[in-house]
Antibody, heavy 123, light 108 residues
Framework: QITLKESGPTLVKPTQTLTLTCTFSGFSLSSSGVGVGWIRQPPGKALEWLALIYWDDDKLYSPSLKSRLTITKDTSKNQVVLSMTNMDPVDTATYYC???????????????WGQGTLVTVSS | QTVVTQEPSLTVSPGGTVTLTCASSTGAVTSTYYANWFQQKPGQAPRALIY???NKHSWTPARFSGSLLGGKAALTLSGAQPEDEAEYYC????????FGGGTKLTVL
């Protein structure tokens, strides 16, 4: 059974750096074709893809946010960490992590999702 | 910047059939865009329905199907159920990933 859970601060101040952790179980991030991605959703708005890290440590970032994002993994802890610098109120959103299944092509397939964590950016 | 466009809202009658589409600002959507479809109900995380244009996950109800239609990716729901009322998002892969703006599907 695959599960993912996001954790991190619920409130950050403008200009601060947000660090979120995705802790997962039921799969290994060292298995070929597997990845973990981050997706966010501002309140009442659409999903926005942020980043993905593959089993081989290859990384993909949203072009529009690439300068602010860093994604890393700790395979031994079954964790993926996303950092986003220079937070702004427009970054207020629910942040989800998702399991990229090995049977899917590209960075496209998020078969399992965490419950999400709401991050509010406010002074 | 690439934009992925979905119908903002659609309505289907219970037992009816509806097709949601997903268009790319770059032109026709092909199988190389690996279109995905997700269902999201209020207060819940998205649930994956379709991957790589046509393929269903093991949990995807048989009434959902994915295809390419008129240069767009499409999600067809045949025999709509009240529980299918939700927001539906498509995703296209361009070497990076872009979500559509979502379609609010009402079953009424």
């Amino acid at each position: 059974q695959i599960t993912l859970k996001e954790s991190g601060p619920t409130l950050v101040k403008p200009t601060q750096t947000l660090t979120l952790t995705c802790t997962f179980s039921g799969f290994s991030l060292s298995s070929s074709g597997v990845g973990v991605g981050w997706i966010r959703q501002p309140p009442g708005k659409a999903l926005e893809w942020l980043a993905l890290i593959y089993w081989d440590d290859d990384k993909l970032y949203s072009p529009s946010l690439k300068s602010r994002l860093t994604i890393t993994k700790d395979t031994s802890k079954n964790q993926v960490v996303l950092s986003m610098t220079n937070m702004d109120p427009v970054d207020t959103a629910t942040y989800y992590c998702g399991h990229k299944a090995p049977y899917c092509s590209g960075a496209s397939c998020y078969s399992y999702w965490g419950q999400g964590t709401l991050v509010t950016v406010s002074s | 910047q690439t934009v992925v466009t979905q119908e903002p809202s659609l309505t289907v009658s219970p037992g009816g059939t509806v097709t949601l589409t997903c268009a790319s600002s770059t032109g026709a959507v092909t199988s190389t865009y690996y279109a995905n479809w997700f269902q999201q109900k209020p207060g819940q995380a998205p649930r994956a329905l379709i991957y790589s244009t046509y393929n269903k996950h093991s949990w995807t109800p048989a009434r959902f199907s994915g295809s390419l239609l008129g240069g767009k990716a499409a999600l067809t729901l045949s025999g709509a159920q009240p529980e299918d009322e939700a927001e539906y998002y498509c995703l296209l892969y361009y070497g990076t990933v872009v979500f559509g703006g979502g379609t609010k599907l009402t079953v009424l």
